[in-house]
């Protein structure tokens, strides 16, 4: 189709509908004419008999509009192609509506067909996550073409009016396409699930509205089974053979192609956890395996008792006073990781008050809490220059490795040393370049104070709201006080301790602190759990909160029972379903810290102080407004810490 010009001062024929002359005819509007054949099919030739014409966008003449004339009509009759007639205000009107009709109705139905073949021929065939960028600046460019040539052949109303009807048609074919697939064709559309999340993706982020996704999974799969459809190409499953073909040593399965991974680069590197290539992966991890074994441990414990000291001398100053224990329970670890990963004070816990970096690890969460289960936004805000905090966060990863390597020392014993001895080496094994550093700073900034304060917060919460459980405890930890290194405590004693053991277990279980894992893509040839066999190339997920609060695996799975791991093995039904730091090649490499953070934290802070819920605190906000932003965010909770008279500092 195309626009015909008039001669002067006007467009003539434009999308001109079929006729049945024997050839097309073009009618150029004179000075005063009115005629505009349309150039598809266009009107009969002039004669007597009569025809079926193609009405045109009649451009203005110099007194009038031409629209096809009275041989242009549906079933009009042909008649003389005079241009000395004049046409009445009626036929001016008529053939305009015929026009109008006619033409853009053929060219919607056009665009609404290129729709539906840009879906059938292209969208789904491949993963389109990392392309998002393309697209959108190839539909963009696209549409802002078809704006400049309706509005520069039709004028700036009508061209509007076309534009909007076109590039509307074209969506409406797209999307309705993809949802009529999504709903009766796709090869999931036997699994069960809510509607909405077999149709698009952004239902995933409605529910998380509230930041409770991970309840909202948990419901999910009570009402629908082991293997819920949650989203259009996504599976969730809650099924402990999944656990191993998932992630399992022998999996076929892989994180490339989710989209989600891919979009957490810095300055062009992945960090360790977002690394799909197994082998690359691998030579990574031996470094960080390296940074985080028992020898770098055993270091790295004097640094987590240097910043117990100053929580208990904070304490000191508050005692009696009510204090926001969550709050602490992030800064303890925030601070531990400066030491660890740094070597350096951050000094939050002897402020009281949190850094900047807290805000923005913070906002990284959300944002990626937000969007992570529709991947897309992410990779396409991946493409944009880092802006506001984003930036900011990318260059506070930057500017530590940077502060670190211009003090570099053999005395230093933090983590990055480990890896520029790597990045120094004459074959390094992982750290090729700074920026791999750079990258992977973001993982120490995250990994080492988040997923630890999440389960410290709710220690906190279980222990503080039961005070037989904190004599039980500190009774069981005072005999190893001084035990193994004068006026301390260490991980080798309280290691052996099994009631301290059951409660960060206990808590871990109640409240994974990732509790929906990371995605995994099914290889081509699909997988088979537990006699279900998933298609390939299916977006695969396990989500953890959910196998840890299942009846199939736990009696009283929503009750905090510390006892199910020692006196009462009975409540677990299938102790495999405990995976709270993941499984396989990519479970957490800095699970050994954590656990020896809690450890130490609970045994000095017990020893030291009794502590209880503050007047007026119940525990019931800190329950209900727990956030899921990737990692789970506790709410404040009150807490009054009384000094025991019987111990010192």
Known sequence: MCFGLSRRRGYGGGYGGPGYGPRPVIVQTHHHGHHGGGMMGGPRPCGPRPGFGGGGFGGPGRHGYGGGGRGGGWGGRGGRCDSSKHATMEDILSTLSITLGTGIGLSCALAAGAGLLAHWGYFIRGHRSMEVFNILVVHGVTLMLLFIKSVTSLGFAKGT??????????????????????????????????????????????????????????????????????????????????????????????????????????????????????????????????????????????????????????????????????????????????RVGYGRDFGTVRDGREDRMLDLIETTFKLGS????????????????????????????????????????DESHDMLKYFLDDYKSEKPKSFFNVNIMYSDSQAILIGATDTISCTLGYAFYYIARDARLRQRLYDEIAPMHCK????????????????????????????????INGPRMAPPEGVTIDGTYIPGDVTLCTPIHCYHRSHKYWRYPNEFIPERWTTRPELIIDRR??????????????RRLAWNVLRLTIAYTLWNYDFE???????????????????????????VFTKRPETRV
């Open 577 to 590: 379903a405990f995976l709270p730091f993941s499984y396989g090649r990519y479970d957490c490499v800095g």
């Open 484 to 515: 193994t290194l004068e006026g301390e405590f260490a991980v080798t004693d309280l290691n052996k301790l099994e009631l301290l053991e059951a409660v960060i277990t206990e808590t871990l279980r109640m409240y994974a602190p990732a509790p």
């Open 161 to 338: 009016t076309a534009h909007l009807a076109i590039s509307s048609s074209y969506f409406a074919g797209l999307f309705t396409s993809i949802v009529v697939y999504r709903l009766i064709f796709h090869p999931l559309r036997r699994f069960p699930g809510p509607v909405p999340a077999k149709m698009m993706k952004p239902y995933i982020m409605w529910l998380n509205r509230d930041w409770k996704l991970h309840e909202r999974y948990l419901e999910m799969h009570e009402k629908h089974g082991d293997f819920v459809r949650v989203g259009p190409n996504d599976i969730s499953i809650v099924n402990l053979d999944a656990i191993t073909k998932i992630h399992g040593p022998q999996t076929k399965c892989t994180k490339r192609n989710t989209g989600f991974y891919d979009a957490l680069r810095t300055k062009g590197e992945l960090n360790l956890d977002s690394l799909s290539h197994n082998e690359v992966h691998r030579d990574r991890r031996k470094v960080w395996d390296q940074a985080l074994g028992s020898k770098a441990l055993e270091r790295y414990e004097e640094e987590t008792r240097t910043v117990l000291r100053t929580w208990l001398s904070r304490l000191e100053e508050v005692q009696g006073k009510p204090i926001n224990a969550s709050h602490y329970a992030k800064l303890i670890p925030f601070d531990n990781m400066g």
């Open 370 to 409: 937000r969007l992570g289960q529709t991947p897309w936004p992410l990779v396409f805000l991946a493409k944009l220059p880092r802006m506001g905090m984003q930036k900011e966060f990318e260059d506070l990863g930057v500017r530590l490795v940077d502060e670190r390597i211009a003090v570099d020392s």
């Open 613 to 639: 819920f503050a007047s007026g605190e119940d525990g019931k906000t800190f329950e209900e407004e727990a956030k899921f932003q990737l990692i789970i965010k506790p709410a404040k909770l009150d807490c």
